[in-house]
């Protein structure tokens, strides 16, 4: 033992005089490892390529993946179904490291969503009309109660069923449950026109049936709550009440979805429905609407030639129609009627001249259409332009424009009998109280024609959507609803709110535009945590376009913000520019927000939007360009940090601004762009209307033709060339939406009014007009020909994120698609 010991002693003083030169050697020969490498990026799907070619007007081309649109190949469906199956993974595992930013976002931006208890009320009659949405249902239920009823409920919640436990006595009556109808249309609720009739007796509505790709009309009865068993009609798409609620008239579409046939049917009655009008023109289209008093449904036959108006006399709607109006080029119209005159807006040409802008013509009811004479009101003046009119009984409400300001004037009706047109100030309006910075005012559906109140949902970048309703006989007025993102609530439609900060006390109308600057508090206004500038940027032509630019006061750094650029320039319609409070991730991290009006687009008059379609819709594109640079070379955001993003046929608009300039973005968002054109429009697989030709062009018209395969994004992509990194969002949703259908209703004529036939009563909640949706297999065309044809960067990645039917009505998972688009910005611009 101790032998062992002393040799254990021995080798420990061994051990000790040896250690440091062992240090020695072993620091000598160390070699540090090597960091393992990151994993490899995913490499993107690559879909079979079968070429086939194409020739129009002598010109040929060929194209590897239009096997994506045969939809009626099977075998092509099968390998769509494999592609897009990779498509979706190889998104996820980019996206894959952002799943915390992601969850982060979605977090913010679901807690930012309003808590509405219902839609603001519309009180028609002795109606309180709205919608709410009941706990654990997905879909909303419209209701109404008597407004006396409701004047004695001072509860704040939401009562059950609407039971007011303190009297005892039901006051709410359901008249539709949404999630009923689901199980009706195999769990999918989707609804297009609603109308109650003028008697309160009936509710006429159009629902999406997915089995047979149409709209299909049911009328219920309120007293009952049952169906009636006629009209049951498919494939509607506009309808009408007539003879006080007891005649509906509807249209119905062909195979093409062509609004061509109105019928009339008598509530109640055994006999089948009358035909009352067919249109034979497959160029021809038809919408109807009832004037506000209920005294009329005005018949609109427009075609790309022609607008001819006829009115029935709605009691007696079989009595036939009668023409008042008729104009050789396509215009917009839309007719009311006022104690005995018939009222036309219109922007038809005036004595063979082109106009640029809207006007109001008046004329007797009983003349003959060759004795008829439409006098106009009000004289052309270049400082307020109409952009649009609403009728009550004794009230004549316009939406002008002053240079780039919106305004809302009152003017007291009958108006005065003149010969002569007459100045609009002559008349003594009176301009209603608006917030700064309005870049949209959207009426509301002001369905009682007798009622002194009318709404309006005021829009501006620095407030959220406020309901107003503007009392014009007393000069008062009350802001209904509006989310404020300060106290994180909501005002409360049940009765009262027992929270001062959310009644607005009444406010005499005032001679200005806006209210003093201090009173802004009122509106809700974020103008003290963000700012909002226009800029005039000069396009490669010399014209002028505006580019709004929305940032964080705090955030704001010259040279070293990044930026999204949001662009539409299509239709004519007003570029989105209200607040979104998903966009508000944006703004706190520091980016920079702007919009560019291009041409094409709204705001400008006709003449704008002529200048920006067919074979000028290269200046929107150019338009877009310049102010992208504009953003870059004055620093307002830094280079190489702006992003592009564009819907519908924004997308067409951003994407052909990356073929021209594909280094001018960093990143870019297409959300169910139009992308394809040449195909779409030779070869229509959705249903297209005059109107999608009118604005992209007629392949049959060579002129209109070679613009076409000259802006086309799909036909342009350059090779060898490394392109930004772009999201491409889409949906195996093909069926044409409402909106579609909404900007063809424009064209027929219905111009504010048209808000009537989209709304559930009462008002549609976030409908935004759009044109139609494009098919998924157009995003998947591109993104696999700028795989294909673009230089490869994983850190310009290109990805398709496809999304399903039920985000466009699921606020939440619209915050999740939302939170990823906004994730892959912020990646890319941080890679």
């Known amino acids: 033992m101790r032998h062992l010991l002393s040799c254990v002693r021995h080798n420990q003083l061994n051990h000790r005089r040896i250690t440091p030169r062992i240090h020695f050697i072993l620091c000598a020969n160390y070699k540090p490892q090597k960091p393992q490498p990151p994993p490899a990026p995913p490499s993107p799907p690559k879909p079979p390529k079968k070429p086939v070619s194409f020739s129009h007007h002598d010109e040929s081309w060929e194209d590897s993946y239009s096997w994506m649109s045969q939809l009626n190949d099977k075998v092509a469906m099968r390998h769509m179904d494999v592609y897009m199956e990779q498509e979706e993974k190889y998104t996820e595992a980019v996206m894959s490291d952002t799943e915390r930013l992601q969850s982060k976002l979605q977090s913010e931006m679901g807690s930012r969503l309003s808590n509405d208890l219902s839609t603001p009320i519309l009180r028609w009659g002795p109606w309180l009309y709205y919608r709410r949405v009941e706990e654990g249902k997905q879909y909303p239920v419209l209701c109404r109660r008597l407004a006396r009823a409701n004047e004695d409920f001072i509860s704040n919640k939401s009562p059950s069923a609407g039971f007011d436990f303190t009297s005892g006595k039901r006051i709410e009556q359901k008249l539709l449950d949404y999630n009923e109808e689901a199980e009706r249309f195999g769990g999918y609720a989707y609804e297009e026109l609603s109308e109650v009739s003028p008697d309160h007796r009936y509710l006429a509505y159009t629902m999406y049936d997915k089995d047979n790709d149409c709209f299909k009309l049911s009328v219920r009865d309120l007293n009952f709550g049952s169906l009636c068993s006629k009209p049951q009609a498919d494939w509607v798409s ?377 074979t000028k819709k290269i200046n929107s594109i150019y338009d877009y360009i310049s102010c992208a640079k504009f953003l870059i070379e004055k620093e307002i955001v830094q280079d190489n940090k702006l992003a592009g993003r564009g819907y519908s046929a924004g997308g067409l608009l951003v994407a052909s601004a990356i073929n021209s300039c594909p280094g001018l973005l960093r990143a870019a968002v297409l959300e169910v762009p139009f992308l394809d054109p040449t195909n779409t429009l030779l070869n229509p697989i959705l249903p297209l209307t005059p109107a999608d030709y009118e604005e992209f062009g007629y392949p049959g018209d060579i002129n209109d033709f070679l613009a076409i395969r000259k802006y086309s994004p799909y036909d342009n992509i350059q090779k060898d060339i490394l392109y930004p990194a772009i999201l491409v969002t889409s949906s195996f949703n093909t069926r044409p939406s409402c909106l579609g259908l909404c900007f063809l209703l424009t064209l027929l004529g219905d111009l504010m009014l048209f808000s009537n036939l989209f709304a559930i009563i009462p008002g549609g909640m976030g409908v935004k007009p759009a044109p139609i949706l494009f098919g998924v297999w157009e995003a998947a065309k591109y993104v696999a020909r700028v795989r294909e044809y673009s230089v490869y960067d994983p850190k310009h990645p290109v990805l398709l994120n496809l999304t399903a039917d039920i985000v466009e009505e699921n606020r939440y998972l619209h915050c999740k698609e939302s939170a990823l688009e906004t994730a892959f910005l912020i990646k890319m611009m941080e890679s």
Not at 370 to 391: A, P, Q
Request: hydrophobic share 35%.
């Open 238 to 614: 506009n309808i009408a009440w007539g003879k006080d609620g007891q005649a509906l008239l509807y249209v119905v579409t062909d195979h093409c979805k062509r609004p061509y046939r109105i019928y009339c049917s008598m509530i109640g009655s055994e006999q089948d429905d009358v035909l009352l009008l067919e249109e034979p023109s497959e160029n021809g289209y038809v919408s109807i609407r009832h004037t506000k008093d209920f005294q009329f449904v005005t018949v609109h036959i427009f075609s790309t030639t022609s607008s001819k108006i006829f009115l029935i006399d709605a009691a007696d709607p079989l009595s036939g129609m009668i023409p008042v109006w008729e104009c050789e080029a396509q215009a917009h119209c839309i007719v009311e009627h006022h104690q005995g005159y018939l009222y036309l807006f219109t922007d038809a040409a005036k004595d063979g001249q082109s106009v640029d802008h809207h006007y109001l013509l008046r004329s007797p009811v009983n003349c003959s259409l060759n004795g008829r004479k439409w006098e106009n009101i009000f004289s052309d003046d270049s400082e307020i332009i109409i952009e649009d009119v609403d009728f009550s009984d004794k009230h004549l409400v316009l939406i002008v424009r002053d240079g780039r300001n919106f305004r809302l004037c009152s003017i007291s009706l009958p108006l005065p009998s003149v010969k002569e047109e007459i100045k609009l100030k002559e008349l003594s309006p009176q301009f209603l109280p608006l917030p700064k910075n309005v870049s949209q005012i959207t009426p509301g559906t002001n369905c009682d024609y007798y009622s002194s109140t009318m709404q309006f949902t005021i829009s501006s970048p620095l407030m959220p959507d406020a309901v107003v309703d503007y009392d014009l006989s007393s000069g008062k007025w009350n802001i209904v609803q509006q989310q404020n993102l300060l106290h994180e609530r909501t005002k409360v439609l049940y009765g009262s709110s027992s929270s001062a900060s959310f009644i607005q006390s009444p406010r005499n109308l005032g001679s200005n535009n806006e209210v003093n600057p201090e009173n802004h508090s009122m509106w809700n206004d974020l103008s003290e945590f963000y700012a909002c500038e226009v800029h005039d940027v000069t396009s490669y032509d010399g014209i002028i376009v505006p580019l709004t630019v929305v940032y964080s006061r705090k955030r704001i750094k010259q040279a070293e913000n990044p930026g999204l650029l949001h662009g539409h320039g299509a239709y004519g319609e007003i570029l989105d520019k209200r607040w979104h409070s998903e966009l508000k991730s944006l703004l706190d991290r520091g980016w920079v927000i702007a919009y560019a009006d291009v041409r094409g687009g709204g705001g400008g008059g006709k003449r704008w939007h002529h200048d920006g379609r067919r």
